[in-house]
């Protein structure tokens, strides 16, 4: 069994509107640092403002029954009203706690509340109705508990429930003789002094004149309906199982499944926003359609605090309130551009994500989902998170000549360095480092028996135990890991190669050169294996053509291995002008193979398919096109990179499409990174995403290590993945005590910004 090579691993947010400019490109390189930019009468996107959606949760109570809500309206005073099982509730407008409204006594359950402009607030429970208005709250008798169902109207007040039909008109209830079922849901006035009735037996109209049931499949998609509403064209909305039911002028004229966006066929609850955009709520979270026929979906605890939407209202900003089996969710808008989204990240990575002395990476949630309390951690990957924010400073250097960002470039640089230094080797790095005094961290020392080790080498005989990962440094302030990767060694390599080409002055430049060497120099004197402390090559930092042409283990590693020793003598070789790393590349190209060897990088066996190597070789190729001037061995690197790009434009990457731009002077449509530039949620916390079971995706397996997959690649608002060497078509995935480094998106905005996609 081939193993995963790679051992890497609120809150502010809006529905984007936005304008797609097709770009048309023209990138050239400018002198000996072979800046891209555009050429004059170039297009550009324009950082058009869009609405930015976020969501805000609340827990109503510490009983289950306080948060299992089931319906929720908004008042005049934009106080919220809800019902839960637990009984009435009020959060006033400027509170975010929860104050019952019903005597302890007898305060739940309750099942609809309705806000009225002219009555005040009303109130179905399990005893009756009650009403609030001037400050006063009553019992309104006249109707047979319980009331599941409330609904205002010109005539007056409808309350409903298993034991009949009720209006409150002239300062009293008059039952209504409708022969209607008992299992009612929902009720909405047809505006016309009749009454549309959602049951689980059919949909019904009631008026003074007669009561129709339509249950029949030419009528409804499925009789058992949640909920009704009236869309402001004046189409009938009909919710519940099977989907939605679409009528106009007394028929069905169409319906909505999964093959329209619905996660489930189970829909709860519908309801209109001021915008005309119709809220559809099922049991797996909210489904918003546009007059224009476009649809979005917004589910995870990302956007709601429970994926069972019972009910939703609107408050006097177009804000959605939304009743959850788990809590209120309130999913609200703001305006914002790409350059003041920038400024939030930018603000976010400052204030939790860059930890002593100067490491760009995630922060530990001790509460899942909270981040108050936030408290930085180790990750096994802190030198190439790094690196990409690095890179991030280089380009914003680039762009702004924002001394602040050659500053923190340089921060990171030396953090990197200290890697190599702390070592007390002649060039082997680590992986972090955290300070001495912390008693927690990831993947900590372990002792194996002979048994496991037995096991472990039966399973994988590359197997390599690292018993003592966590070493003291020489001055005792840190603890640094050993045991590398080369996926390290990658996101190290893509980092210096841009602090050098964007941001480093003379001086730097030749603290690069000292350090590359060093590295390299230790490469050569151990055959291309990565030596650790102990004496033996690390588990994954294997370039050697003894183990790469020759041991068949390592038949799956061979040709991206092969690609990234060539990247880095390259890379050497093009800073310091020491022609032993030319020759070295040389004689890997001419007395090895290794440019052969790289014939499949883009065609590698389904078994030995991760989607982290992609973003590998996405930061080594424009090492190579940078250095290499010899015309048969560049075209094979443009070949490749053109296949690679081609393969990978799937990914809808900003910095796999920008990487690319940046490489091989190519012009590029930004749509889809700039799409997703303005989709990205504001709230980084990495939550459990999960889209199994969603029906409007398909769950596919394919012969990979990453085999559980959807069809269709999430926008990013759907995704738990925030890093770009995490498979985004995962199909499950997150972890809520985890907040991502906004690195991510910061990387590709002044990456957009440096080659001219993106206008300031």
Not at 193 to 208: D, F, I, K, Q
Not at 296 to 315: E, K, P
Not at 358 to 365: D, K, N, R, Y
Request: charged share 25%; proline share 4%.
């Amino acid at each position: 069994m081939i193993f995963n090579r790679r051992d890497s691993n609120l809150i502010f947010m809006k529905q984007f509107i936005f304008i797609c400019f097709y770009s048309v490109l023209s990138l050239f390189v400018l002198g000996q640092k072979s800046r891209v930019a555009f050429a004059e009468g170039g297009s550009q996107v324009p950082d058009t403002s869009f609405w930015q959606e976020y969501h805000q949760g609340f827990s109503v109570g510490n009983d289950q029954g306080d948060n299992d809500v089931r319906s929720i309206a908004v008042d005049e005073s934009s106080n919220v009203w809800i019902a839960t099982a637990s009984g009435i509730f009020i959060k006033d407008e400027n509170k975010d706690t929860w104050t019952p409204v019903l005597d302890e006594n007898s305060p739940g359950p309750a099942f609809s509340v309705i806000a009225d402009k002219e009555s005040g607030v009303w109130m179905g429970t399990w005893n009756g109705v009650y009403q609030f208005q001037d400050n006063e709250l009553k019992k309104i008798e006249g109707v047979e508990a319980p009331v599941s169902v409330l609904c205002k109207s010109k005539e007056g007040i409808y309350a409903l429930g298993p034991k009949g039909v009720w209006l409150y008109s002239n300062h009293h209830f008059q039952k209504k003789n409708y022969p209607i079922a008992r299992s009612i849901q929902n009720a909405i006035s047809d505006g016309n002094g009749g009454l549309w009735v959602a049951t689980r037996v059919g949909l019904y109209h009631c008026s003074e004149k007669n009561t129709i049931c339509y249950q029949d499949t030419t009528q409804l998609i499925s009789a058992y309906v949640e909920d009704v509403a009236l869309q402001t064209n004046g189409q009938l909305w009909a919710a519940g199982m099977g989907g939605v039911s679409i009528r106009m002028k007394n028929k069905m004229i169409r319906t909505l499944t999964s093959r329209d966006g619905l996660p489930t066929i189970n829909v709860n609850c519908i309801d209109g926003a001021p915008d005309g955009t119709m809220w559809v709520g099922t049991l797996q979270g909210i489904v918003r359609y546009k007059p224009d026929g476009s649809h979005s979906l917004r589910f995870s605890r990302r956007w709601l605090m429970n994926d069972n939407v019972r009910d939703i209202s609107f408050d006097a900003e177009g804000n959605a309130w939304i009743a959850t089996a788990g809590g209120v969710s309130v999913i609200k808008k703001t305006k914002m551009t790409l350059a003041s989204k920038e400024k939030f990240f930018y603000d976010l990575l400052m204030r939790r994500h860059i930890r002593a002395p100067w490491i760009a990476g995630q922060c530990h949630l001790s509460i899942a989902g909270d981040t108050t309390t936030w408290t930085p951690e180790d990750d096994d990957n802190d030198g190439e998170y790094t690196s990409n924010y690095l890179a991030m400073e280089s380009f914003r250097y680039a762009v702004t000549k924002n001394e602040d960002a050659h500053n923190k470039a340089l921060k990171a640089f030396n953090f990197l360095k200290l890697l190599q230094e702390i070592t007390g080797t002649d060039g082997f790095f680590a992986r972090t480092i955290v300070p001495s005094d912390w008693t927690t961290v990831h993947d900590g020392n372990k002792t194996y028996t002979e048994k496991q080790l037995a096991d472990e080498l039966v399973e994988d005989p590359r197997f390599k135990p690292v018993e003592k990962r966590w070493h003291k440094s020489a001055d005792g302030k840190w603890l640094w890991k050993d045991d590398t990767s080369s996926d390290e060694m990658c996101g190290h390599m893509m980092g210096y190669f841009f602090f050098y080409e964007l941001a480093a002055d003379n001086t730097e430049k030749q603290m690069i050169r000292d350090h590359v060497k060093r590295i390299m120099d230790y490469l050569i004197a151990n055959n291309y294996n990565f030596v650790d402390v102990d004496g033996s090559s690390t588990r994954w930092g294997v370039w050697s053509p003894d183990q790469l042409n020759r041991d068949p283990e390592w038949a799956s590693e061979k040709s991206i291995n092969s690609f990234e020793l060539l990247a880095f003598l390259k890379f050497t070789y093009g800073i310091t002008h020491d022609k032993k790393y030319q020759n070295e590349y040389l004689r890997l190209i001419n007395k090895e193979g290794y440019l052969k060897n790289i014939a499949t990088l883009n065609h590698t066996n389904p078994a030995w398919y991760i989607f982290f190597d992609e973003t590998m070789n996405g930061y080594l190729f424009p090492i190579l096109l940078r250095y290499e001037d010899d015309p048969a061995i560049r075209k094979v690197y443009e070949k490749s990179m053109d296949e690679w790009y081609a393969i990978n434009q799937k990914t809808e990457c900003p910095l796999f499409d920008f990487m690319y731009a940046y490489a091989r002077h190519k012009n590029i449509n930004p749509k889809n990174d700039i799409r997703f530039l303005t989709d990205t949620p504001l709230d980084l916390i990495d939550w459990h995403i999960d889209h199994r079971e969603r029906e409007n995706v398909k769950i596919v397996r394919y012969p990979t290590m990453e085999d559980i997959q959807v069809d269709k690649l999430p926008p990013a608002s759907m995704r738990s993945t925030v890093r770009w060497d995490k498979n985004p078509w995962l199909a499950e995935s997150g972890d809520p005590h985890v907040e991502r480094e906004p690195v991510f998106w910061l990387l590709p905005y002044w990456m957009g910004r440096y080659l001219k996609i993106i206008n300031k």
